[in-house]
């Protein structure tokens, strides 16, 4: 097609999504100040949690973050690419047959069992090779178990062939205040960690950084914090929005007798109700189960959506709002504006974290801020 002929991305999209990279810069500035003197990561797993890992990436390089995790060999690959000289984490560990390309990368594994400290140990074959531990103590996901940390320190001589960048753990509930069991997993953490040789310690996610500097260790790995989610509610600290996610008003009609509204007639209008139909639906990532629940933006002032929320579209009220504000090719905040991030995941039944990760799948996207020189991989890109 000519260019000529070319179609505008936001007009062949029904909604956009909108990246604030200064307000992401800025989150992990102030969490960087908080959890000094630890040092701070970032965590830009899951595409940066689904806002696009290469221009996040590049950003948090250019805010001064030197380390990063993922969680997936895939995704380390993907940020060396971009990144030459981070350093990079692999929460998932080590599978069989990948330590070559990890060595030649320079990744660096996050060991969970003796089998794969047993394969990274052998990989360097005589040359100590970099490594994070991970101790399970509580989460009984990943993780040496207590019996596993006991073994391992009878192995002086493996031992020995690891380069300890970090001993972590993961909290279990450092996003709840006062539960027992966070504490009980720093205990448990220092007791584990004692009968291995002396490294940095990595505890804190968002929640365990904010938490305090117990919960902490010479290494933060923050996550939600960073694009914009309250990752725990009484800590004082107010992250700045990075995201705004948008609808296209695609029709507005005045209801002049009762009618049901969308699939399953769960909503009837009565007169004088104004209904907008906007281009969004679970296709996109907006939820199913904020019909009849949910709240956009119009401006500074909200709008129930009524109906259930389809494929493609949803259906809000739109009585008392003037023609200026809602007109059909304008747009309503799903997220952003006077709709938060987590007011709009606790309306759903769901956490900020699942709806970051999903929202915006067939939307335009857009980045705004600077992303200050730095230095990139060669020949890498952020397109």
């Known amino acids: 097609m000519p260019d000529s002929q070319a179609i505008p991305e936001e007009v062949a999209h029904t909604s956009r999504l909108i990246v604030d990279l200064d307000a992401l810069a800025e989150n992990y500035g102030q969490l960087k100040k908080l959890a000094a003197p630890s040092r701070c990561a970032a965590v830009v797993k899951a595409n940066a949690y689904g806002l696009g890992v290469a221009p996040v990436a590049a950003r948090l390089a250019a805010a001064g973050c030197d380390t990063f995790f993922v969680a997936t060999i895939a995704e380390a690959l993907q940020l060396r690419q971009l990144l030459?000289?981070?350093?990079?984490?692999?929460?998932?560990?080590?599978?069989?047959?990948?330590?070559?390309?990890?060595?030649?990368?320079?990744?660096?594994?996050?060991?969970?069992?003796?089998?794969?400290?047993?394969?990274?140990?052998?990989a360097g074959q005589g040359t100590r090779v970099p490594a994070i531990l991970h101790l399970d103590t509580g989460m009984t996901r990943l993780g040496l178990d207590a019996a596993e940390v006991q073994w391992l320190a009878s192995q002086p001589a493996l031992l020995e062939q690891l380069d300890l960048r970090y001993i972590m753990t993961h909290l279990a509930c450092a996003d709840e205040p006062?539960?027992?069991?966070?504490?009980?997993?720093?205990?448990?953490?220092?007791?584990?960690?004692?009968?291995?040789?002396?490294?940095?310690?990595?505890?804190g996610n968002s929640a365990g950084l904010l938490r305090g500097a117990t919960s902490r260790g010479d290494l933060v790995r923050p996550g939600i914090a960073l694009y914009g989610g309250q990752a725990l509610a009484d800590s004082g600290f107010r992250p700045a929005p990075v995201v705004r996610w948008q609808g296209r008003i695609l029709?507005?009609?005045?209801?002049?007798?009762?009618?049901?509204?969308?699939?399953?007639?769960?909503?009837?209008?009565?007169?004088?109700?104004?209904?907008?139909?906007?281009?969004?639906?679970?296709?996109?990532?907006?939820?199913r189960s904020l019909g009849g629940c949910g709240r956009v933006g119009i401006g500074a002032r909200q709008a129930p959506v009524i109906g259930r929320v389809s494929m493609d579209l949803i259906t809000v009220d739109v009585t008392g709002f003037d023609a200026a504000e809602v007109r059909v090719g304008g747009w309503v905040d799903l997220v952003g504006?006077?709709?938060?991030l987590d007011e709009v995941a606790a309306t759903a039944g769901t956490i900020s974290y699942e709806l970051l990760t999903g929202m915006g799948r067939r939307a335009a996207r857009s980045y705004r801020g600077a992303i200050r020189e730095f230095q990139l991989a060669e020949g890498a890109t952020l397109g």
């Open 337 to 340: 504006g006077c709709v938060t």
């Open 84 to 122: 030459g000289n981070a350093e990079i984490g692999i929460f998932d560990g080590l599978p069989e047959g990948a330590e070559a390309c990890l060595l030649e990368r320079g990744l660096v594994p996050v060991l969970n069992t003796r089998a794969e400290i047993e394969r990274w140990a052998a």
């Open 178 to 203: 006062g539960h027992p069991l966070t504490e009980q997993q720093i205990k448990r953490f220092h007791e584990l960690r004692g009968l291995l040789p002396d490294a940095p310690t990595s505890i």
């Open 251 to 287: 029709k507005v009609r005045s209801i002049t007798q009762a009618t049901s509204v969308g699939y399953g007639a769960t909503h009837e209008a009565v007169p004088p109700t104004r209904v907008a139909t906007v281009g969004v639906g679970y296709a996109d990532g907006y939820l």
